[in-house]
């Protein structure tokens, strides 16, 4: 009896071995080298990003936060989420080309700077669709910041660079401003 139990249970464990090797497998679908990627191209885009925090329709808005946020002088632990339009005039909201979309936290407790994950979505002419993605640590006491561009998609698959930020308004009863992005992109 104890060898047919011993017996049983072995075969019910190479049964569920090799059903997750099976399935394991069947997770690769392809594998070949990457191709080698030549003849980079480097396109300098510049957008002014809206961002309202007032009114009826706000395009950033505070999604989290610490209950210690209030007493910091550094907002350390506020979290926003945005969807802001993109234009090339730094004054009309008018002609969109596209959407700032994504999420800020203020994660230093000794000065004001903030974690970025920006998704630029742009939506007209031959961008139509695709992304540039921008991550990294911003200072707001820089004047000029520069943040990582660390991918995208469509015409920017592959994409590295980096952008070149700059506040042109701010109104301090709102906290309403227009940033200057100069987007540095190496694609393929």
């Not at 407790?109 to 004001?112: D, G, L, V």
């Given at each position: 009896?104890?060898?047919?139990?011993?017996?049983?249970?072995?075969?019910?464990?190479l049964s569920v071995v090799s059903l997750?090797?099976?399935q394991q497998t069947d997770l690769v679908i392809d594998e070949k080298?990457?191709?080698?990627l030549i003849n980079p191209i480097q396109t300098h885009l510049r957008v002014y990003w809206?961002?309202?925090?007032?009114?009826?329709?706000?395009?950033?808005?505070?999604?989290?936060?610490?209950?210690?946020t209030n007493?910091?002088?550094?907002?350390?632990?506020?979290?926003?989420t945005?969807?802001?339009?993109?234009?090339?005039?730094?004054?009309?909201t008018v002609d969109v080309v596209g959407r700032a979309q994504g999420l800020y936290a203020f994660t230093s407790?000794?000065?004001?700077a903030f974690t970025l994950t920006l998704n630029v979505l742009f939506t007209e002419e031959k961008y139509n669709g695709s992304t540039i993605l921008v991550y990294g640590r911003v200072n707001v006491d820089n004047t000029v910041k520069e943040i990582p561009i660390v991918g995208g998609s469509g015409v920017f698959k592959y994409a590295?660079?980096?952008?070149?930020?700059?506040r042109t308004s701010f109104d301090p009863a709102t906290f309403n401003n227009v940033i200057k992005y100069d987007l540095f992109v190496n694609h393929y």
């Open positions: 009896m104890g060898k047919l139990l011993l017996t049983t249970i072995l075969l019910i464990f997750c090797h099976a080298p990457a191709p080698k809206h961002e309202n925090f007032t009114g009826p329709n706000p395009t950033s808005v505070v999604i989290a936060e610490a209950p210690s007493s910091s002088a550094t907002q350390f632990g506020r979290t926003y945005f969807d802001n339009p993109l234009t090339l005039d730094p004054v009309s407790k000794e000065e004001m590295t660079g980096y952008s070149s930020v700059q």
